[in-house]
């Protein structure tokens, strides 16, 4: 998969997951595959401000690359200043958030209500081209109440952007209802830039199904990876051989420890263990244990970790 400068041999992309895709789950996904990983949703005013939490978000060690640090804000030119920030980090890509519904990212002008002005939204993906030497990708979503994404990825074509995500969804959608898989196919050919389809990917044979029926460039892959940070392996597996393998109940024992060390490692064990949590809920489901009848919501310490999952695994069929 080319994309701008960057060539990346998985097509199926690790979806950025505000309070999910931090460092210990981007090193996490590493073990798996060599896919384009992106960081969580940064605040272009945090960084400029070099706010200290912000800054353990944008983290990126050498084994994360290829690694894209995706930036959400409203103003072109904080938004500028905030990759050029960004580009002192090391990431591969640049990219800027237009898709997110979220209420608190819509009210500040940021996210998905850029698409309410798509002027507004070329205007800042030309300026923070302007801005850095690393390539810049933009995510975004059909259109704020109406598909309008071949005449904003039209606008997007000469500001200098690498590629497009686009997900399949209206920003006034949220994550609710159908998505319009036929609307990517369209925006693949008639867009001179490369797209990846994004938007309601329910497991790896669904992801391949839409790299196959849209013919985007590759497929971004979000909530579908909790639990499993190894599904843009499998799919490419599906891609390659027709078939593929998830991960067993003891490869999920060991990533969960390793996981949980990590997180304890960057955040300290309390706040490490507390991250952590929703994290086992998912894994736990992909294990076939029943996370509900175990008390991970009041897990606190790393050894109470490993009893945890002893007790889980006996538990299960």
């Not at 981007?26 to 990983?37: D, E, S, V, Y």
């Not at 994004?198 to 979000?222: C, H, I, Q, R, Y």
């Not at 990533?255 to 929703?278: D, I, P």
Request: aromatic share 6%.
């Amino acid at each position: 998969m080319r994309l701008g400068p960057i060539n990346v041999e998985n097509p199926f992309v690790q979806a950025p997951m505000a309070g999910w895709t931090d460092a210990p789950f981007r090193t996490i996904a590493r073990r798996f595959h060599n896919g384009l990983l992106f960081t969580e949703m940064v605040s272009s005013e945090a960084l400029c401000r070099g706010n200290k939490r912000t800054l353990q978000y944008c983290r990126i060690d050498e084994e994360h690359h290829p690694v894209a640090l995706q930036l959400v804000g409203h103003d072109p030119d904080r938004m500028a200043e905030a990759a050029e920030a960004a580009e002192a980090l090391g990431p591969d890509i640049i990219d800027i958030n237009a898709g997110c519904p979220d209420l608190k990212i819509v009210l500040q002008g940021a996210g998905g209500a850029l698409l309410r002005k798509p002027e507004k939204l070329a205007a800042m993906v030309e300026k923070v081209v302007g801005a850095v030497k690393t390539p810049v990708s933009v995510k975004l979503r059909l259109g704020w109440n109406r598909d309008e994404s071949v005449r904003i990825g039209k606008m997007l074509e000469g500001t200098g952007a690498a590629f497009l995500t686009f997900n399949c969804y209206l920003v006034t959608q949220n994550y609710s209802g159908p998505g319009d898989r036929a609307a990517l196919q369209r925006l693949v050919h008639e867009v001179g830039l490369p797209i990846i389809a994004n938007g309601g990917v329910l497991d790896e044979k669904d992801a391949f199904d839409m790299l196959e029926s849209t013919g985007a460039a590759g497929v971004m892959m979000g909530r579908a990876t909790r639990g499993r940070p190894d599904r843009p392996k499998t799919a490419l597996e599906i891609l390659r051989e027709g078939k593929f393998s998830p991960m067993d109940r003891e490869t999920v024992g060991k990533t969960v420890m390793e996981h949980a060390r990590l997180e304890c490692e960057q955040f300290g064990e309390v706040r490490g263990m507390s991250r952590m949590r929703k994290h086992l809920h998912w894994y736990l489901k992909a294990a076939g244990a029943d996370n509900r009848a175990l008390p991970v919501d009041s897990l606190s310490t790393f050894e109470g970790l490993g009893k945890l999952l002893d007790t889980a695994f006996q538990q299960c069929p």
